[in-house]
Structure formats: structure tokens, C-alpha cells
């Protein structure tokens, strides 16, 4: 396939997309390099001063790094549905953070409002991972009430979303999908984990 070289563009920064590609859902982790509460402090600075709707801001953060809050929040998560075969993250490759993404009700009672604003701040926080050495995933399947429970949560605090945190430890490859090629990720023999994309062509629309 021709593709086209942009890296002399101007208006392009190479590095920039480089850590936009580096930044992928890792579900393998080196349990051995534990995350420290000033690096998940980091990520949710970089994630408050993210976008927010009519700038309210609804969201409190949940920074779990204890190995015995780690135990507490992993059994409650559900992980690459895609695989189910697998049963991801393997023992001894699991993250060795977590933050809780909560909207405070007294803030803002409405659950239904924010959903691009729980999807701009864990991106955020993961691409600010990514420049620090480290990794995540965003991690929706769970049961909000049971975390709650687990968690001894405020009844104003309703976790909207998990964003897992560690140093990364498995293989990953992007690869390009053409039309009509699925999109399912995938593992090979070696457990190198294979992630299609849509190609730059098939996703712009120009207007006549």
C-alpha cells in the first residue's frame, strides 16, 4: 500500500503520534515495578486540566496503589472480552495501580451527561502514563455497585470508569485493516497481541 511520508511536514510532530501509537491498551504488566501515589498524582493533574462540559468538572479521583486495595478492586474487573480464552491479565502480569474515574453527585446528580468527559481524562491520564515510562488500560467492565461496596465508597462518589496503571510487559503490534478485514484483536503462538486499524483513507470523509 503507498503511503504517504509526512515526517518532513511542518505541521506534524513525529514524536507526538509516536507516543499517541505507544499508548495502547496493556493488559500484561512487570508487578515488579510498583507505581508510586506522586506518578498517579501526576496523571490526574494532567487529566484536571482536560476539556470539561460547561467546564463542570464532576469528577473525583480514586487512587488505589497498596497491594492490599490492588486485591481488593483486580477480582471485580473484567478484561479483554474480545479473548475470553485467555483470561487476562495473567498471574503475576496484573497492574500494580488503579484510578477510579467517580462523578461526585453533589457536584452534578446527573450520570448521563459526562460520558465524552470520563473518555477525555482517562485518555489523558493514559497518554500521560506513556510519557512517563508506564502503561494503562480504561476498564468499563465492572459492576459500579459491588466496587462501591468493595471500596467503602461515599454514596456521592459513582465510579464511572477504571483506568489500570503499571510498567507495560507484553508485545503489542498495530496493523492496518483494510475495508471489510476484521477488527478483532488477536494473539499469535508467542502471545505478541495484534491490533488492527482502520487506514487514514478509509476513515477521512472530504467534502464535495
Known sequence: METTDRSNASFTDASFLELVK??????GYDESRRVTREELLYLVDCARFAPSSVNRQPFQYILAYEQAELDRIQPLTGWARGLPEKHLPYPGKRP??????AQNTDWEADLTRFPKDVGI???????????IGLGGIMIGNFSPAKLSAALALPQHLVPMLIVAVGKPDESVVLTEAAAGESLGYY???NDVHYVPKRRLEDVVVDLK
Not at 505507544?22 to 493488559?27: E, F, G, N, V
Not at 500494580?96 to 474515574?101: D, E, G, L, Y
Not at 481524562?121 to 510519557?131: G, H, I, Y
Open 22 to 27: 505507544s499508548s495502547r491498551s496493556w493488559r
Open 187 to 189: 494473539r499469535d503462538e
Open 96 to 101: 500494580t495501580a488503579f484510578i477510579v474515574i
Open 121 to 131: 481524562v482517562a485518555q489523558t491520564m493514559l497518554l500521560a502514563a506513556t510519557s
